[in-house]
């Protein structure tokens, strides 16, 4: 190893104004593809600095760069005000630059504080090591809040406190920067709060903080500093007091973004899909739906809201017939629908059900098939008669979607994993609405999809409720849920746990409700947004730019 | 993002097998100097016995009859991702149902015996293929594993029918009574003069249209898109409504009747008998072939070729070169398969960082 400035050396070398980091023209290549193009970063110290962008704008390449995960092609990097060639993690980490990912990095079976020292152990005997970290432990938790039992198993830990376990990895290293990358994915918003609030304490005890997310209401609550990325480039940094979620999201997309969704009330009418007393157990056995029981009609969306986790997953996939139903029955315009065996969902297809299904690599489509063969998955017995494939008829049909659905790039013979994200899920989309199905399933309809794409989404599945569908949908971003359903229901641990109407719904009571507290109150719960000057602004705010409706302001 | 970028088309199906043989061949060639023989020669050799004459190349294509059915069997099952190294058994078995048909209808003329032995072993391979089929599709036993212990279980049961009650009284070698020669499938020799008397007969014929049949099947068919779904990822095929269970048994009962018209062709023609382990390997061939063929028709026909000239001019350096033992041929055959098939692949990193560099470099 060359000569490596610890990090207290470093802090004490670097004068206050010196940034904590600095990027100067980094650009980085994958064959042809620039995932960076000149970018340059100032990131100062003891603040917390967002970094926001679509999906493929660059940010966690431009991370990876940074803790060493990739070389950039050319640019330089500077910690602490001296220049640094980062050539792996563990440079990086001994730089002071901590990373926790997006999935966490974890030992299941370990305890809290093995997981600690993993990697780090410092002799070849573990008591030492364990018995100097139980005390540096508790110097962190009581510094930064950071309240985690060292002898606890990570697989008993909630996600919000295995993530606080990332964190303590990361600072018992000595990580004086640290970089969080899309850390409440997977949180409630009372765990995000309480994460938020970790954050707070860290930058007032000087740590410096990045930011990756795709999240506008979280820049806006917690950063001081915000850059955004487009297309590998580096668009602007600003103030985030000084700017608004609209100026954000027409940064990162390029255009003018309407952060609101538009729809008209809902006219439900005849109960088209009926659940009763619906038991599921997972792939082990393990009950995760429990006697759920409710109804969806036409012209209404209903949404799920939940942690995930609580059961939503095997609800969706019982009732469009990937999984074996315990005990229940799933009613379809009246009809009980017969989902024995392991061809339910051609026969919940044929009932007019379609189903956008949560993961759509693992279940949605088959990412090795060409996309004209994905456009037929689940209806390809109707293409030609007799044994034979009609795939001429299958590839008009896929000409006609990615038409419809201004699916990119516009060829049918395209392997579907040379898809992005979003046109994936619009392959998706388009081949389960355009059947004219009489209820709609959607899971997660936008997980990993780009703004741009995600107002077309909200879009066509407002136009379907219109249509006098019945759709059922479930989402984690809550924000999603509120937005688009006309009713919401609260799963936790696999029991329906309430009912919300999303006009009047305070998020911090569904977050409760959400996290398995059933009373209902009016405190200001840990789910509350932080205050701010005027309704408007407080509105824009709630709006993450998930929601979007599919206008744009023509200018 | 990916940091590797794939191989053009032409040097995946074309180069990189042909580099694996080349490497094959200049081991086996090192092998050959060791115990003092020219290699040059010994290529010759095997060249001119495998496509020189009439003849050898009647035997090359007889080879390659076996080798293409097997090579299917390996290949039908693999779209649907499984992986059957039962071809051995299940053609040893469809021999069984061959000579039933041919002895009980024994004197039949061959045109009408040709079908009638093909649907009587396609059944017969068919029932042993589809077993564990249904162990897997229903009760979760690795197909591996199931028609490796099948291929056993055949030689012992065939091995007892055999010996036991097909073997006619006061025949000393173990096999069934023979076959009348005009229920026999005619040698391609009789029709055409270029193959003389070598074993090619009307079952090369049938294994080209098999080759047709499976290209339709796997990528013009409902039944091959359900397949290759299940290959892919079974839970989008769960999604799709399609039932595995049933796939998994249907694809297997159809790689076992491939696999049984190995046994045609050696059964119900070259031996008019059914001989004790005629089979003899070219099942096991089989798994080879579909490998190096990538487990498309084009690329399974190709290869089975290879094996199949590897195999008679194999023969034919044996007995030209007596320095070269028929253990010495084996090897060389064993190189071909073990760069072919278990490292088919180790050129692949190089041949994709060769190409990655020229391609930045023509971009820059």
Known sequence: MTTVNTPSQGLETASASTPAIELRGINKHFGPVHANRDIDLVIRRGTVHGIVGENGAGKSTLMSILYGFYTADSGDIFVNGTKQNITDSRHALALGIGMVHQHFMLVE??????????????????????????????????????????????????????????????????????????????????????????????????????????????????????????????????????????????????????????????????????????????????????????????????????????????????????????????????????????????????????????????????????????????????????????????????????????????????????????????????????????????????????????????????????????????????????????????????????????????????????????????????????????????????????????????? | MSVRTPLPRWVDVALLPALNVILAFLIGGLIVLAVGQNPLQAVGIMIGGAFGYGLGFGYTLYYTTDFIFAGLAVSLAYHAGMFNIGPEGQAYVGGLGVILVALALNGLHWSLMFPLMIVAGALFGAFWAFIPGVLQAKRGSHIVITTILFNFIAVSLMSYIITRILKPEGVQSDESAPIDAISRIPRLGEFIGLFGRSPVNLTFILAILALGFVYWLVWHSKFGYAMRALGHNPTATRYAGISSSRMIMITMALAGALAAMVAVNNVGSVQGRLILNFVNGAGFVGVAVAFMGKAHPIGVALSALLFGALYQGGQELAFSMPGITKEMIVTIQALVILFTGAMGDMLRIPLERLFARGATESGT
């Open chain 1, 109 to 555: 079976n370990f305890t809290v504080l093995e997981n600690i020292v993993l990697g780090a152990e410092d002799s070849a005997f573990l008591r030492p090591t364990l018995a100097k970290a139980r005390a540096q432990l508790k110097q962190l938790a009581t510094d930064y809040g950071l309240e985690v039992s060292p002898d606890a198993i990570i697989e008993d830990l909630s996600v919000g406190q295995q993530q606080r376990v990332e964190i303590l990895k990361a600072l018992y290293r000595g990580a004086d920067i640290l970089i969080l990358d899309e850390p409440t994915g997977v949180l409630t918003p009372a765990e995000a709060d309480h994460l938020f609030r970790i954050l707070r304490t860290l930058r007032d005890e000087g740590k410096t903080v990045i930011l990756i997310t795709h999240k506008l209401r979280e820049i806006m609550a917690i950063t001081d500093e915000v850059s955004v990325m487009r297309q590998g480039a580096m668009v602007k940094t600003l103030e985030t007091s000084k700017t608004s979620p609209t100026e954000l999201a027409e940064a990162m997309v390029g255009r003018r973004v309407l952060l609101r969704v538009e729809k008209g009330p809902a006219s439900p009418g005849k109960v088209m899909l009926e659940v009763k007393n619906l038991v599921v157990a997972d792939d082990f056995g393990i009950p995760r739906v429990k006697d759920v029981s409710f109804s969806v009609r036409a012209g209404e969306i209903v949404g799920i809201a939940g942690v995930s986790g609580n059961g939503q997953s095997e609800l969706l996939e019982s009732i469009t017939g990937m999984r074996d139903q315990t005990a229940g029955t799933v009613f379809l315009n009246g009809q009980p629908l017969s989902l024995d065996g392991d061809d339910g969902a051609a026969r919940a297809r044929a009932a007019g059900l379609a189903h956008v299904p949560e993961d759509r690599i693992r279940m949605g489509l088959i990412t090795a098939f060409e996309e004209w063969e994905n456009t037929i998955l689940g209806y390809q017995d109707s293409y030609g008669s007799g044994p034979g494939l009609s795939i001429a008829k299958a590839k008009a049909t896929a000409k006609e979607y990615i038409a419809k659905f201004d699916i990119r790039p516009s060829n049918p013979e395209l392997k579907t994993a040379n898809f992005s994200g979003g046109n994936q899920q619009k392959i998706v989309l388009a081949r389960e609405m355009e059947r004219d199905p009489d209820v709609l399933v959607i899971g997660q309809p936008t997980r990993g999809v780009d703004i741009g794409a995600i107002e077309f989404i909200h879009n066509e599945i407002i136009k379907m409720r219109d249509e006098g569908k019945a759709i059922l949908l479930v989402s984690v971003e809550l924000d999603e849920i509120r937005s688009l359903s006309d009713r919401i229901i609260v799963i936790f641990d696999g029991q329906i746990v309430g009912e919300a109407d999303p006009a009047t719904a305070d998020e911090g009571a569904l977050g409760l409700l959400m996290a398995g507290v059933t009373e209902q109150g009016h405190s200001p719960g840990p789910g509350t947004l932080p205050d701010h000057v005027t309704p408007i602004e407080r509105n824009l705010t709630e709006m993450s730019p998930k929601d979007n409706s599919a206008k744009d302001v023509s200018p």
